[in-house]
């Protein structure tokens, strides 16, 4: 009698933990799922912005004006006017940026500009912009520390940089397309914070290590043809 007690507790026991697990498998697959969900980039070859003079941001994060990533920006400006586009470029060395700090945390909203750098002014370019292009070349498989410090100051608007378009464009030395990958993880690792991004294409021009090497390359004609289809 005393063993069949026990047996049968024991098999409640291990049908309770087994529930348990369950349950706890199924919480946490929908956390990863609802984390997942929060990180999303649309995609979309067509843009969804309905304006006929759609506003164009281009951010160029070169250490080198008239180097292979800038003179592709150049390009996709080019493509982006010719159809209309109210086309702005940005050159980010041209600009004081500090870096990050614990002061930003408490800059949100109108106190955002309390900082008295160039980084603020900026940014609402970002927040005005319909379509946002992100450039930078591959510095040690990353985008470089001027797109970066850049990005990590936009912490007290991020979230007002709703429904906005991207483009990515990044040239690299090493011929692998691989490499440039890492640049495009970058800009991602950053879009996918903001509320509902839509990615809209991207130009990775490999083995452009020589300054100017761009020139007369089909990849200036990939960064133009894809102005052209803000």
């Known amino acids: ?79 982006a006017a010719e159809v209309g586009g109210d086309v702005e470029k940005i050159f980010l060395s041209d ?26 002014m900026l940014i609402d370019k970002l927040v005005d912009a319909d379509i946002i292009v992100l450039a930078s070349p591959v510095y040690f498989m990353n985008i470089t520390g001027q797109m970066k410090t850049f990005i990590d100051r936009t912490f007290s608007r991020f979230r007002d940089m709703k429904d906005k378009e991207f483009f990515y464009i990044t040239a690299c ?15 991602r690792g950053f879009v996918m914070c903001l509320p509902n991004p839509t990615e809209r294409g991207w130009v990775k021009a490999v083995g452009m290590g020589r300054k100017g090497g761009v ?8 960064a133009y043809q894809l102005g052209k289809k803000i």
């Open 215 to 222: 020139k007369g390359t089909q990849y200036m004609d990939e």
């Open 1 to 79: 009698m005393k063993k069949s007690v026990l047996f049968i507790l024991a098999v409640g026991f291990l049908m309770g933990v087994a529930a348990s697990c369950t349950a706890n498998r199924e919480a946490g697959q929908e956390k990863a799922d609802a984390q997942e969900a929060a990180y999303h980039i649309n995609y979309s070859e067509t843009s969804g912005i309905q304006k006929e003079h759609k506003k164009v941001l281009i951010i160029s994060g070169s250490p080198r004006k008239g180097g292979n990533t800038d003179l592709l920006c150049d390009e996709f400006a080019r493509g």
């Open 95 to 120: 600009y004081q940026i500090d870096y990050f700090t614990e002061a930003d945390e408490q800059r949100t909203g109108d106190s955002a500009h309390v900082a008295q750098d160039d980084a603020p």
């Open 173 to 187: 030395a090493d011929p692998a397309e691989s490499t440039a990958d890492f640049a495009i993880a970058g800009f």
